[in-house]
């Protein structure tokens, strides 16, 4: 059977569940669509954040250890001593190349020519992978899953053999440009069928997993799913680690079987972008609160969403707010019901509904 009858086959029965988490993505995308009149201010701070997050959550995927506080001083160009060269390479390279997708995704192109380019850009910083930037592998490379300590700890699943790559990377990008150009099926799914196969093939050395997550940006935004740079696909990818290895694992170990079927893994990555999506358009109904608040009550507002529950004491004390001022937006906040006041007296705290 020829590779790309395989991946049309592969797409023709989609369970009910599935198609109804697509059908719910679509949904919200239009939600943003229609809803998205957030400031450039707005739009630029959540840019940064998510770039940092991001960055973060791929490295730490494939064992790193940088917090994103750690990512944030080494773009700003302060050194970390405790981490290895290696490291703030590997940062460094996806943050600047995940910054071009989100900044310039529409001049960008999807084919070979530029997947080898995004790799070359993905490890430019990393001395170690110099001599293989931007070629397919030459040598065998076994996926593993990695421990806390970025040891690896089991084979996840066989790669496609170096000699067959070149040959597999071309069907499989050339049948994801013909699906896309002749809308053979939904675009979610000939996305997750691209980035199943492509972890599966595996045609690089090193940076795979992280360069997965860079074409998933970008196939996503071509596709007008607009919100990719506001929300960290990356960072809901982390949260659910084990289940991405499950997912991949019972996919792949099924590739090139007669009981082939990549659901588990469509499972995974339509969970994932559905709570993406409700995060996005979340996003907008911050940006009304946003628009009613003065910069110090924002600043209470943001503390209450990042803790459990707080006084006004406390509130004061971290967002360095006077607390006459803070009781005044405490008093906003509840007249516009997006926080709650429980208990009386001095023992009064407030939390976020």
């Keep these: 059977m020829p590779k790309i009858k395989k991946f049309d086959q592969r797409l023709e029965h989609i369970p009910a569940d599935i198609v109804s988490k697509i059908g719910q993505i679509d949904e919200l995308k239009g939600q943003w669509i229609k809803g998205a009149q957030l400031s450039p201010q707005v739009l630029g701070r959540l840019k940064r954040s998510v770039l940092i997050t991001s960055t973060g959550a791929s490295t730490r995927i494939e064992g790193a250890m940088l917090s994103d506080e750690d990512v944030e001083k080494l773009m700003r160009g302060i050194n970390i001593q405790k981490f290895t060269n290696r490291d703030k390479q590997e940062v460094k390279g996806y943050y600047e190349l995940l910054e071009n997708i989100f900044n310039s995704w529409k001049n960008l192109r999807f084919n070979e020519s530029s997947i080898k380019h995004f790799h070359q850009e993905l490890l430019k910083h990393v001395e170690k992978d110099k001599a293989h ?43 994801t440009q013909e699906a896309f150009k002749e809308k053979k099926c939904h675009p979610l799914l000939i ?97 009304k609160i946003e628009k009613l608040l003065t910069e110090k009550q924002l600043a209470v507002w943001q503390y209450l969403e990042s803790t459990n529950e707080a006084t006004p004491g406390e509130i004061a004390k971290k967002t360095k707010v006077a607390q006459p001022t803070v009781r005044q937006a405490l008093d906003k906040l509840l007249r516009l019901k997006k926080i709650e006041r429980i208990g009386l007296g001095r023992s009064t705290k407030y939390r976020k509904l």
Excluded at 269 to 281: C, D, E, G, H, P
């Design 133 to 175: 930037r931007g070629e397919y592998k030459k040598r065998e490379n076994k996926v593993y899953m990695v421990d806390e300590d970025a040891k690896p700890i089991a084979v996840l699943f066989d790669t496609t053999p170096p000699y067959l790559t070149p040959k597999q990377m071309q069907e499989l990008v050339e049948w």
């Design 191 to 287: 996305i997750g069928n691209f980035l199943v196969e492509f972890l599966n093939i595996h045609p690089f050395q090193d940076g795979n997993g992280r360069l997965s997550r860079i074409l998933t940006n970008l196939l996503l935004l071509k596709e007008g799913y607009l919100y990719m740079p506001y929300i960290s696909h990356e960072k809901l990818v982390e949260d659910n680690k084990p289940d991405y290895y499950v997912a991949l694992r019972r996919s792949q170990k099924t590739i090139g079987t007669k009981q082939e079927s990549i659901m588990p893994w469509l499972d995974f990555f339509f969970t994932i972008f559905l709570k993406q999506s409700q995060m996005a358009v979340e996003l907008l109904s911050k940006e």
